[in-house]
């Protein structure tokens, strides 16, 4: 994966042949590891082999949540879920890259293949349970288990029966457990059809254009159901569709210019706080991304919190930001928070500008200090990435000033049938005058309009 964890095939090592399992088995009839070791894993669908490898064989929920794969975090349960699976936001990031060179995206891809302009939602798996339910699949327990054709024309044709379908051996306890759609009749003498029926081959890759590939490639994609649970294969098949001839490589022999680490959907995350005894200085550090600016605060009582920094620029080339408060030990207790106000751009995530903003229309434009101010906000559907669903509501807002305090929104609602946003302020008597953007939060993304919204 791209963030160095390893990424396991679909097989959990133990194989079935003459009557018995063993581990390495030599055996055709291979176990499926999310269905037999899911017990042993963690919350984002991953755990350690023998040798302590931490790996996945299935959705790597976390990872996909620190891209912003529309994925969904719990903060009490510790949980991850599978967001809208219906009309996801964006297409998926890149989640890792593949030994033949191939990229590896999650769940979601362009509707057409060839074209970047389609809607975005779950690509369609190849594979069913052979349990007789779906047009032209067979029914392995009552017809016995025998190699399914997608197994025979990778395995040099080698057949072998698999033992019968029982409380030991039940259905879905092996990868031969599935049958390929493209295989199968769907009526009279028409077989499912790829790119039609579904999206993803034996091999679980498509030829398509992607955001990084806009002339087009093959590439892997995560397989979930449209409930949003893994379904086989998963990631990839026991086969590569490209020749695996890649390696490990430690070192970069050509001249290389870094100009800027994406990351534009990352949720930052703060460290604690360090303190030098000596000079009492604290230094606040939290994750960032590179061409970031971020506003720091600061606050002794949770209630009321002052601007330290209203534009710290996230350090170059590097995924941490720190700010120094000097001399902030001498209060009894301090909190520390940031939030990103902008991003450089050369990424998408909050660009400025007449028709790339965020939010395409802001109502009044104006408002008194001392007085409440309610705001209708229409987002900008052409902007990338476009607003959530109409009836995803914002968990955020505010209005933002370089030099000035923020105001932060006391209520903020959305018409589920029209999408507009109403957020509701009371603007400080002590506000700086002055043009204000005007920010709406989804998440770990801020949808915004510059100088929308003018204190008087």
């Known amino acids: 994966y791209v963030d160095g964890v390893a990424l396991f095939d679909p097989m959990d090592g133990y194989s079935y042949a003459g009557g018995t399992e063993s581990s390495p088995g030599t055996g055709q009839w291979h176990r499926d590891a999310y269905v037999n070791e899911q017990i042993t894993f963690d919350k984002s669908f991953a755990h350690q082999q023998n040798t302590g490898k931490y790996h996945n064989h299935a959705n790597p929920y976390a990872l996909r949540y620190q891209l912003g794969?529309?994925?969904?975090?719990?903060?009490?349960?510790?949980?991850?879920?599978?967001?809208?699976?219906?009309?996801?936001a964006r297409h998926s990031p890149i989640i890792g890259w593949m030994l033949d060179g191939l990229p590896l995206y999650g769940p979601y891809g362009y509707s057409e293949p060839l074209n970047a302009a389609s809607p975005v939602r779950r690509m369609k798996g190849?594979?069913?349970?052979?349990d007789g339910t779906t047009t032209g699949v067979d029914n392995i327990t009552t017809a016995g288990r025998t190699l399914p054709a997608w197994v025979l024309r990778n395995n040099g044709n080698t057949a072998a029966a698999g033992p019968a379908v029982s409380t030991t051996y039940p259905l879905g306890r092996y990868i031969e457990?599935?049958?390929?759609?493209?295989?199968?009749?769907?009526?009279?003498?028409?077989?499912?059809?790829?790119?039609?029926?579904?999206d993803l081959n034996e091999y679980n890759v498509r030829y398509c254009v992607t955001p990084e590939f806009p002339n087009g490639t093959w590439a892997y994609f995560a397989n979930i159901t449209a409930a949003g649970l893994p379904q086989f294969p998963y990631l990839l098949n026991r086969w590569f569709y490209?020749?695996?001839?890649?390696?490990?490589?430690?070192?970069?022999?050509?001249?290389?210019?870094?100009?800027?680490?994406?990351?534009?959907?990352?949720?930052?995350?703060a460290q604690a706080p360090s303190v030098n005894a000596a000079t009492g200085t604290v230094t606040f550090t939290w994750s960032s991304v590179e061409g970031g600016t971020y506003r720091v605060e600061a606050s002794n009582d949770l209630a009321t919190w002052s601007v330290l920094n209203a534009a710290?620029?996230?350090?170059?080339?590097?995924?941490?930001?720190?700010?120094?408060?000097?001399?902030?030990?001498?209060?009894?207790?301090?909190?520390?928070?940031?939030?990103?106000?902008?991003?450089?751009?050369?990424?998408?995530g909050t660009t400025t500008g007449t028709t790339t903003e965020g939010v395409s229309a802001v109502t009044p434009a104006t408002g008194n200090r001392g007085s409440p101010a309610t705001l209708t906000v229409t987002l900008n559907t052409a902007y990338t990435p476009p607003p959530p669903p109409n009836t995803s509501a914002p968990t955020a807002a505010s209005l933002t000033r370089t030099g000035a305090a923020t105001i932060n929104a006391s209520t903020y609602t959305r018409n589920s049938t029209t999408g507009i946003v109403t957020l509701g302020f009371t603007i400080p008597a002590g506000a700086t005058t002055g043009a204000y953007n005007v920010n709406v939060v989804f998440g770990a993304n801020t949808w915004s309009k510059a100088n929308a919204f003018t204190v008087n």
């Not at 695996?244 to 680490?261: D, L, Q, W, Y």
Request: aromatic share 10%; charged share 20%; glycine share 10%.
């Open 177 to 198: 457990d599935n049958a390929y759609l493209g295989d199968l009749v769907k009526t009279g003498t028409t077989k499912y059809l790829l790119g039609s029926d579904f």
């Open 126 to 130: 190849g594979f069913v349970k052979r």
């Open 69 to 88: 794969d529309n994925v969904l975090f719990n903060g009490t349960t510790k949980a991850y879920a599978e967001g809208d699976t219906t009309a996801p």
């Open 312 to 348: 710290q620029s996230a350090a170059a080339f590097s995924s941490a930001t720190s700010y120094q408060e000097t001399a902030a030990a001498s209060n009894l207790r301090r909190f520390y928070r940031t939030i990103r106000t902008s991003l450089a751009t050369y990424d998408t």
């Open 242 to 269: 490209g020749t695996p001839t890649g390696g490990v490589v430690s070192t970069v022999a050509e001249t290389v210019t870094n100009s800027f680490k994406g990351g534009e959907n990352l949720v930052e995350a």
